[in-house]
């Protein structure tokens, strides 16, 4: 996709550095590099767009709501909490697990579930483990 974004640029634009960074993959009409403001534009219209066509509405969106999500979504996946603070962007761990990430009564029913199911596989590898006779067929001249 990024590969994509960036072939469909305009030529006609130079390559702008700002404060040391350059390669921008979004540029407004003018060439300077977008800002969380059009991105908020773009779904505020997108949403609105969509609200006028369906009977189910569609809440507010932005950007920065996505950032939650993709959050929540990546804990929900199992993702390493450090990288995942990594990922976002945030010093402290906190501010990860607490603020970003929303995860629900389903999300700790499920975990409970799957930690069951490990228990049962547990005790179903107990079961086959035991004192196996040996016999000659079990060994193979080399």
Known sequence: MFKTIL?????????????GYCGFLFRDKNGMPEVAMHW????????????EIFK??????????CRHTYCSNMARARMNPKTLQYL?????????????????????????IRLEELEQARKE???????????????RVV
């Open 7 to 19: 072939e469909s640029r305009p030529d006609n634009l130079p390559e702008i550095m700002i404060d």
């Open 40 to 51: 908020e534009h773009r779904f505020k219209n997108a949403v609105t767009r969509y609200n």
């Open 56 to 65: 189910l509405q569609m809440p507010s969106i932005t950007p920065h709501v």
């Open 88 to 112: 976002m962007g945030h010093s402290d761990i906190a501010v990860t697990m607490n603020t970003y990430t929303h995860l629900g009564m389903d999300d700790a029913r499920d975990e409970m």
């Open 125 to 139: 590898i107990e079961k086959t483990k035991g004192d196996i006779p040996m016999v000659k067929e079990m060994f």
